[in-house]
T-cell receptor, first 113, second 117 residues
Framework: DQQVKQNSPSLRVQEGRISILNCDYTNSMFDYFLWYKKYPAEGPTFLISISSIKDKNEDGRFTVFLNKSAKHLSLHIVPSQPGDSAVYFCAASFFGNTGKLIFGQGTTLQVKP | DTEVTQTPKHLVMGMTNKKSLKCEQHMGHRAMYWYKQKAKKPPELMFVYSYEKLSINESVPSRFSPECPNSSLLNLHLHALQPEDSALYLC????????????????FGPGTRLTVL
C-alpha cells in the first residue's frame, strides 16, 4: 500500500512559468511533510517542509500548500528556472514513526529555456 | 551548515570482497540513517541509529552491517554482496526522532554509488 503518491511521473514547464508538483497521501496520522530535490547520482537535497498545523509555507521561489481535508499537498516553484530540472520527492512522517520518512515515487521536472 | 559527507563516492567490489562505506556529519545530529536507492525509485530506509544505538533495522540482510562509532560517524560494512545490491547508498542525519517531535528534517549526503560484480 503506497501511503504517499506522486501521480505525475514527469512535468515539463517553460522557464519563467510556474511549476506545480502534486502529492497525495492516505495516512491521516502524517503530521510533517517535506519536499526533496534530487539530481542524478546525488543525494536528495531538502527544499521545504510543512507541519500539519499550517496550510502554507514559503521559502523564496518555493511554496508548499497543504490541504489536510483532501490529504493533498503541492509544491509551487515560481518562476521556474532550468536549474530546477530534477526529480522531486514528496515525503511524510508522523510522531512515533521512528523517524521513518515515507517517500512518494518522485516527479521528474524539466524546465525548458 | 547542513552537510553530510560520504566516502567513497564510487565503489566497485566483487561478491567475495569486504568493504565499508563511511558517513560523517558535524551538525550535532543524534539520529543517523542508511538508505538504499535504485534508479528511478525513492530511497528505501535500511537502518536508523538514535544516540549511537541501532533503533531500526528494516529487515536488511546480514551481509550489510551498520556501525556507529560515535555521534558524528556512521559506517556500513559490506560483505558477500550480490549484484542486485548495486545501488546508490545514502546516509542522512537529523536532530533526533526521539524528542517527541516529528519535525526533524533529514539531511542527506551525496551517496556512494556501489557496483557489485
Amino acid at each position: 500500500d503506497q501511503q504517499v503518491k506522486q501521480n505525475s511521473p514527469s512535468l515539463r514547464v517553460q522557464e519563467g512559468r510556474i511549476s506545480i508538483l502534486n502529492c497525495d497521501y492516505t495516512n491521516s496520522m502524517f503530521d510533517y511533510f517535506l519536499w526533496y530535490k534530487k539530481y542524478p547520482a546525488e543525494g536528495p537535497t531538502f527544499l521545504i517542509s510543512i507541519s500539519s498545523i499550517k496550510d502554507k509555507n514559503e521559502d523564496g521561489r518555493f511554496t508548499v500548500f497543504l490541504n489536510k481535508s483532501a490529504k493533498h499537498l503541492s509544491l509551487h516553484i515560481v518562476p521556474s528556472q532550468p536549474g530546477d530540472s530534477a526529480v522531486y520527492f514528496c515525503a511524510a512522517s508522523f510522531f512515533g514513526n521512528t523517524g521513518k520518512l515515507i517517500f512518494g515515487q518522485g516527479t521528474t521536472l524539466q524546465v525548458k529555456p | 551548515d547542513t552537510e553530510v559527507t560520504q566516502t567513497p563516492k564510487h565503489l566497485v567490489m566483487g561478491m567475495t570482497n569486504k568493504k565499508s562505506l563511511k558517513c560523517e556529519q558535524h551538525m550535532g545530529h543524534r539520529a543517523m540513517y542508511w538508505y538504499k536507492q535504485k534508479a528511478k525509485k525513492p530511497p528505501e530506509l535500511m537502518f536508523v541509529y538514535s544516540y549511537e544505538k541501532l533503533s531500526i533495522n528494516e529487515s536488511v540482510p546480514s551481509r550489510f552491517s551498520p556501525e556507529c562509532p560515535n555521534s558524528s560517524l556512521l559506517n556500513l560494512h559490506l560483505h558477500a554482496l550480490q549484484p542486485e545490491d548495486s545501488a546508490l547508498y545514502l546516509c542522512a542525519s537529523s536532530t533526533s526522532w526521539n524528542r517527541g517531535l516529528s519535525t526533524d528534517t533529514q539531511y542527506f549526503g551525496p551517496g556512494t554509488r556501489l557496483t557489485v560484480l
